[in-house]
C-alpha cells in the first residue's frame, strides 16, 4: 500500500496546492465493505468547514476520474490538528521554536524517542533541545514527528 499512497499523493498534491491549500497527510484504510480516504490539509489561516468541502469537492471529481482506488470507499477531508504531522524540512523550519515529538528508526544516543523544543536545522538534520540537551537528529532517520500543543504558541494564533 505504501506505493499506492506515493501515487495518491503524486496525483492529489497539485490539485490540493493549486487551490492553495497544503496537503500534509493521506491515510487510506481499505476494507472490504467501505473504505476511507482521509486527506488533511492545512492553510497559513487556518482550516474552516467550507475549505474541506471545497477539497473534497474537487479531489472526488479528480478521483472519479481517474479511478486510482478500487472498490467502495468514503472520502474525508480535515485539518491537521494542532498536533499536525512534520514531513520535510519546510516544516522543520517553518515550526522551529515549537514543542515537538519525534520518533527515530534507529537509536542516537540510545533513545528512539525525543520530545523537545525544536532548535532549528543543522546540515541535514535537525537540531532539537531535549531533557537538558542538545540533539542533531538526521532527517532520514526520523521516522514520526508531530508539533506537541501549546497554548499561546505561535502555530496556534491561526
Same mark, same amino acid.
Given at each position: 500500500m505504501?506505493r499506492?499512497?506515493?501515487?495518491l499523493?503524486?496525483?492529489?498534491e497539485?490539485? $490540493?496546492?493549486?487551490?492553495g491549500?497544503e496537503?500534509? *497527510?493521506? *491515510? ?5 465493505? %467501505?473504505?476511507?480516504?482521509?486527506l488533511y ?5 487556518? /482550516? ?16 472519479? $476520474?481517474?479511478?486510482p /482506488?478500487p472498490? %467502495? #470507499? ?12 512534520l514531513? &520535510? /524540512?519546510?516544516? #522543520?523550519e517553518? @515550526?522551529?521554536g *515549537?514543542i515537538?515529538? /519525534? ?10 524517542? @525525543?520530545?523537545?523544543?525544536l532548535? &532549528?536545522?543543522?546540515?541535514?538534520g535537525?537540531?532539537?533541545?531535549c531533557? &537538558?540537551?542538545r @540533539? ?6 526520523i ?5 506537541v500543543? *501549546? ?5 496556534h494564533?491561526?
Amino acid at each position: 500500500m505504501q506505493r499506492s499512497l506515493a501515487q495518491l499523493w503524486d496525483l492529489l498534491e497539485p490539485v $490540493v496546492a493549486g487551490m492553495g491549500y497544503e496537503l500534509v *497527510e493521506i *491515510e487510506y484504510n481499505p476494507s472490504a465493505r %467501505h473504505g476511507l480516504l482521509r486527506l488533511y490539509i492545512d492553510h497559513e489561516d487556518g /482550516i474552516q468547514l467550507e475549505d474541506c468541502s471545497d477539497v473534497s469537492n474537487q479531489v472526488s471529481a479528480l478521483l472519479d $476520474v481517474e479511478d486510482p /482506488i478500487p472498490g %467502495h #470507499y468514503n472520502l474525508e477531508i480535515s485539518s491537521p490538528g494542532l498536533d499536525r504531522p512534520l514531513r &520535510g /524540512i519546510g516544516d #522543520y523550519e517553518r @515550526f522551529q521554536g *515549537e514543542i515537538v515529538k /519525534i520518533r527515530t528508526g534507529m537509536p542516537i544516543d540510545g533513545r528512539r524517542n @525525543f520530545k523537545g523544543r525544536l532548535c &532549528g536545522i543543522e546540515g541535514d538534520g535537525i537540531n532539537i533541545e531535549c531533557d &537538558g540537551q542538545r @540533539f542533531v537528529l538526521p532527517l532520514a532517520s526520523i521516522e514520526r514527528a508531530r508539533l506537541v500543543p *501549546e497554548l499561546g504558541s505561535k502555530s496556534h494564533e491561526r
